[in-house]
């Protein structure tokens, strides 16, 4: 039944804003984190422009799971926040749970 549901589950990734609080990245930007893992598990590095162009300035490092922003050198933290069921607001066609989990 556990595998039946990861088979069939969304991930939702979160930032921590300036507030210290954790705030959930839209479905097409998680569903991006995950295309990008999936496809090459060693990858190092997202680049949140290329699902949003608001979001350009943004790269996510996979190694040290950090959220960097070119334009101001901010850093801050990202992570897995929650694995959801396919009928969540944030299940999107092909948002499955990659292999790796950083």
């Known amino acids: 039944m556990a595998t039946m549901l990861l088979a069939s589950?969304?991930?939702?990734w979160e930032w921590l804003n300036e507030h210290g609080r954790w705030?959930?990245?839209?479905?097409?930007?998680?569903?991006?984190?995950?295309?990008v893992i999936r496809n090459d598990p060693r990858?190092?590095?997202?680049v949140l422009g290329q699902v949003d162009s608001r979001l350009s300035p943004y790269i996510l490092d996979l190694q040290s799971m950090h959220q960097f922003r070119q334009d101001t050198a901010v850093v801050?933290?990202?992570k897995l926040a929650k694995v959801c069921a396919p009928n969540s607001p944030y299940s999107l066609p092909g948002?499955?749970?990659s292999t790796r989990v950083p």
């Not at 589950?9 to 939702?12: F, I, R």
């Not at 990858?43 to 997202?46: C, D, E, F, R, T």
Request: hydrophobic residues 50%; glycine residues 8%.
């Open 9 to 12: 589950a969304v991930v939702v």
């Open 23 to 35: 705030r959930p990245y839209s479905p097409s930007v998680s569903h991006h984190i995950e295309a």
């Open 43 to 46: 990858v190092g590095s997202v």
């Open 76 to 78: 801050r933290g990202w």
């Open 95 to 97: 948002a499955l749970l």
